[in-house]
T-cell receptor, first 118, second 111 residues
Framework: GAVVSQHPSWVICKSGTSVKIECRSLDFQATTMFWYRQFPKQSLMLMATSNEGSKATYEQGVEKDKFLINHASLTLSTLTVTSAHPEDSSFYIC??????????????FGPGTRLTVL | AQRVTQPEKLLSVFKGAPVELKCNYSYSGSPELFWYVQYSRQRLQLLLRHISRESIKGFTADLNKGETSFHLKKPFAQEEDSAMYYCALSGPYSSASKIIFGSGTRLSIRP
């Protein structure tokens, strides 16, 4: 199946700094990618929908100025956590939608990025 | 409101026993339903979707619109089935639809 990568796989940063996470679709083009956040032993919470060439659509309660999303190409979306604080520590997962015919499009998930803010 | 409910956080069964992971949903319209699985230290992956009507790794799930349920079943559990299972939904056949996940059920198969 299709592969989605994330970089870095883990990152530790100081409070107040910004961190960029990359999500790439390796063998297909994705006009739409999604960013999720997962707390320990909890489900995935959708943060935003990243649309190639246009602004991201954020879910209610997600600060768009804090979580900057850029989807500049059909294979790359980035999530930047600005002025990170310890409460932003979490597991961030992206997914990329591969379009199929007749409703068979599929989302493929990246391996996730563990962010720890000290 | 769109919602997916998985009432069981943990389900533990013996190897060879039948398995049923419950999922109920709330959606105004006709959603597409999925089951995703996450094995230990692996990424989330699609297990099956209701429109495919496939049986994957012995698992099946039937969409019951009357009961708004999409329970996942397997007649004989195997140890390798131990994992985290998420029920999820999205809008019908729309390339812009987001996926909403349930809270997940951890399936543990005892030898």
């Amino acid at each position: 199946g299709a592969v989605v990568s994330q970089h870095p796989s883990w990152v530790i940063c100081k409070s107040g700094t910004s961190v960029k996470i990359e999500c790439r679709s390796l063998d297909f083009q994705a006009t739409t990618m999604f960013w999720y956040r997962q707390f320990p032993k909890q489900s995935l919470m959708l943060m935003a929908t990243s649309n190639e060439g246009s602004k991201a659509t954020y879910e209610q309660g997600v600060e768009k100025d804090k979580f900057l999303i850029n989807h500049a190409s059909l294979t790359l979306s980035t999530l930047t956590v600005t002025s990170a604080h310890p409460e932003d520590s979490s597991f961030y997962i992206c997914s990329a939608r591969e379009l199929g015919g007749m409703g068979t499009d599929t989302q493929y998930f990246g391996p996730g990025t563990r962010l720890t803010v000290l | 409101a769109q919602r997916v409910t998985q009432p069981e956080k943990l389900l533990s069964v013996f190897k060879g026993a039948p398995v049923e992971l419950k999922c109920n949903y709330s959606y105004s319209g006709s959603p597409e339903l999925f089951w995703y699985v996450q094995y230990s230290r692996q990424r989330l992956q699609l297990l099956l979707r209701h429109i495919s009507r496939e049986s994957i790794k012995g698992f099946t799930a039937d969409l019951n619109k009357g009961e708004t349920s999409f329970h996942l079943k397997k007649p004989f559990a195997q140890e390798e089935d131990s994992a985290m299972y998420y029920c999820a939904l999205s809008g019908p056949y729309s390339s812009a639809s987001k996926i909403i996940f349930g809270s997940g059920t951890r399936l543990s198969i005892r030898p």
